[in-house]
């Protein structure tokens, strides 16, 4: 990783002491591994970040995926996610211009049973390219995220425990999705 970022998707029932931010930098290590955490912000359509001293300790919610860097001087850290699935969990993905939302993407902690393996299963388990622009995962190499549309891209294999941004088509107001499970 050039900055030493990585995805996370906490389980739908996470721990009972993971309510924010500052937790989760606490149980992954605190400052001396975490540099910091970001949740996705819809409305600027970017990462709002927390290291523990500056920044707001946003709350951690349920199906949202979160950003975590390490300490330059952290090499790796192995982080072992307790928690549960939730399959009663109702996703709401806001499209553009719905609650705040400026182009319509997501950032989506994919559940650890979820039965859609790769990009293109999870574009149409939440209802094709009529519905979904991309899927996109985030690129250690480039530090950035590369994207499926359902004609361009590779469609890439989903790992449990990392998140993916979730964009909708322009036109679509939002889906509310229960990601189908084993």
Known sequence: SLTGTNTIALPFNQQTDLIDAFDLITDIGGTIDVAGVAEFDR??????????????PFSLVPGDAYLVQLQATTPSVNYIIVGSHDPGVVLNFDGAGTNGSANGTNF?????????????????????????????????????FAGYTGTSGAPFALEPGKGYLVQLQGGVPSISFVPSHF
């Open 108 to 144: 989506y902690a994919y559940p650890y049973h979820s039965t859609s393996t790769a990009a293109d299963e999870l574009i149409t388990e939440l209802g094709s390219t009529t519905a979904i622009a991309a899927i996109s995962q985030f690129d250690r190499t480039s530090n950035g």
């Open 43 to 56: 409305s600027s359509n970017g990462f709002a970040g927390y290291t523990g001293t500056s920044g707001t």
